[in-house]
């Protein structure tokens, strides 16, 4: 790299001198630009930063003091040295105090001036170096406050309540997700202690993580039930914050809420155990059957033998149905369904549903009517699970139904949707009940229901599908009068919900 060359300005408008300083201090190895007066020493001096300025105090134009303090201005940092005649050397002085460095008095010897010139320019260099340090200390300080709020930013973007503690048990930091979840008061400040804001449970766990983290375990956590039913659950994690050298400084919390994961843990659990007791009665009722045939106490009791092949063969056909009710619900849960959307006429899937249970109407002698607004619009719905929404709720009005009932189905267009309602003449049930219904595995129980056989599980497998098309289903019902179900489904298909 080439060497830097300090730069030096010399304003005097003797040439003798201004030439000489100039031979003197190129030889130092001073890069060196003279001014012949005042008004070229502004200019010349304001053009760029000088690190040492020789200015002649007594100039014709504009005299040195003036040249001193208007350069002064604009380079405060350049140093300053004011040449001057014996005669001068009061002006020199008040120079001195408009921020010259110093002042060398006519006559002086090359060694003089640059002694005094190699001095300035020392002083020169601390300023500038401390001028640098400063400038660093600026940048440092900008980044850090940068780090800092980036790192902000990032523990506020974390959905997690998140921590920290130092050594004295003080919170350092704290997301509002921490403050939500404890109910800080709103001003927390650095410096408030966990015995203070924080319950025993989290406190046990930086207690518990602040004795192993010496022998090295990193990763403490625990869950726990914050509010009791369900209702919080959390998982919390504490693992320690090291410095560079590995010396642990404080201790890093997170506080996941996962009441949802455990709810779905709890509602998949409930879920087998109805299976396993929905699955288990029909078989449990087909062995006993089987077995009492078989220990021959019927003996040639051929009636009741024929009986009980039939109650065998209906318990069974009713366990394929729960079967398959199962594998449709689990398709529907993995999302292996494959739907064709399409433009679908409500009035043909209306009359095939009324076809395909044509034969259970008339065993019980159901009526049937089915009204259409002129102009119906199609659906946009895949035509398998219209149908088997609709083969759902049709099945039910026949099977909740009374013998020469009736049921009707009406088939609107409002606004975005086409409303179907499905109307019976049946049992009808209680206002309780109706909540309930759409459940998995409900089914309301009383003497009218005891009979009829059925899963619990057709009306979830109907809602569910409307829903996916982000429509709706509701039941109207009169206790001995009858019920009817209103479908909402959107015209346009407007992507899965
Ligand atoms: P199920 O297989 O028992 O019919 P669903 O999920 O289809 O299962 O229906 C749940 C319960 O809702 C039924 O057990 C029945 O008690 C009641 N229910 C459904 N549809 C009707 C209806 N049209 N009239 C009266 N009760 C009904």
Redesign the pocket.
């Known amino acids: 790299m080439e060497e830097y060359r300090p730069q030096l300005l010399v304003v005097d408008d003797e040439l003798g001198m201004r030439e000489g300083i100039r031979r003197i201090f190129t030889l130092e190895g001073y890069d060196v630009t003279v001014a012949e007066n005042g008004t070229e020493g502004l200019e010349k001096g304001a053009a760029k930063e000088f690190d040492v300025a020789l200015i002649d105090l007594k100039m014709p134009d504009i005299d040195g003091l003036t040249v001193l303090r208007q350069l002064k201005e604009v380079y405060p940092d350049t140093e300053y040295m004011m040449i001057t005649a014996f005669a001068g050397i009061d002006t020199a002085v008040e120079a001195t105090r408009h921020g010259a460095y110093t002042y060398i008095p006519k006559p002086f010897t090359p060694d003089q001036i640059v002694f005094e010139v190699n001095r300035a320019l020392g002083k020169r260099r601390l300023t500038l170096e401390t001028r640098e340090l400063r400038a660093e200390q600026r940048r440092r300080l900008l980044e850090i406050s940068q780090e800092k709020s980036r790192l902000r930013t990032i523990i506020n973007a974390v959905s997690d309540a998140l921590f920290v503690t130092n050594l004295e048990d003080e919170i350092v930091l704290a997301n509002p997700q921490t403050r939500a979840l404890f109910e800080f008061p709103a001003s927390i400040a650095a410096g408030d202690r966990i015995s203070d804001l924080l319950p025993p449970e989290v406190i046990a766990l930086i207690r518990e993580a602040q004795e192993k983290a010496p022998h090295g375990i990193e990763l403490i956590s625990h869950e726990w039930e914050m509010k009791p039913n369900l209702e919080l659950f959390v998982n919390m994690k504490t693992a320690p914050v090291r410095d560079p050298a590995g010396d642990i400084i404080g201790f890093v919390t997170t506080i996941q809420d996962v009441t949802q994961l455990k709810r779905l843990d709890a509602q998949k659990s409930q879920f087998v155990s109805m299976v396993a007791h929905e699955l288990k009665a029909p078989v449990a009722a087909v062995s006993g059957y089987l077995e009492t045939m078989n220990s021959r106490v019927l003996g040639d009791d051929v009636g009741s033998y024929e009986r009980m092949i039939v109650r065998s063969g209906e318990r069974l056909q009713a366990l394929i ?1 729960l079967v398959n ?1 199962l594998l449709n619900i689990s398709r529907r849960e993995l999302g292996t369904v494959r739907r064709e959307i399409a433009a679908v006429r409500v009035e043909e899937v209306v009359e095939s549903t009324r076809e395909l249970l044509h034969g259970e109407m008339e065993k019980r002698g159901i009526a049937w009517k089915a009204e259409f607004d002129d102009a119906l619009p199609t659906i946009d719905i895949d035509r398998d699970e219209f149908s088997r929404v609709l083969t ?2 049709v ?3 026949i ?3 009374r013998e020469k009932g009736s049921i009707a189905v009406r088939a609107k267009r409002e606004d975005g949707v086409v409303s179907i309602a ?1 109307r ?1 003449r ?4 209680k206002p309780e ?1 109706r909540e309930l ?2 459940r998995q595995f ?4 009383n003497d009218e ?1 005891r009979a ?11 809602k569910q599908i409307v829903e996916s098309y982000h429509g709706n289903i509701t ?1 109207e ?1 009169t206790w001995g009068e ?2 009817t ?1 209103t479908l909402r489904l959107p015209i346009r298909f407007t992507g899965e919900g």
Do not use: E
Request: overall charge negative; cysteine-free.
């Open positions: 149905d009710d759902n709720l099945s039910n009005a099977k909740y139904n499905i019976d049946g049992i009808g049930m009940d219904l759409f409900y089914r309301i129980k229901t009829i056989p059925g899963t619990g599980l057709g009306l979830s497998i109907v039941v019902s009858g019920s179900f």
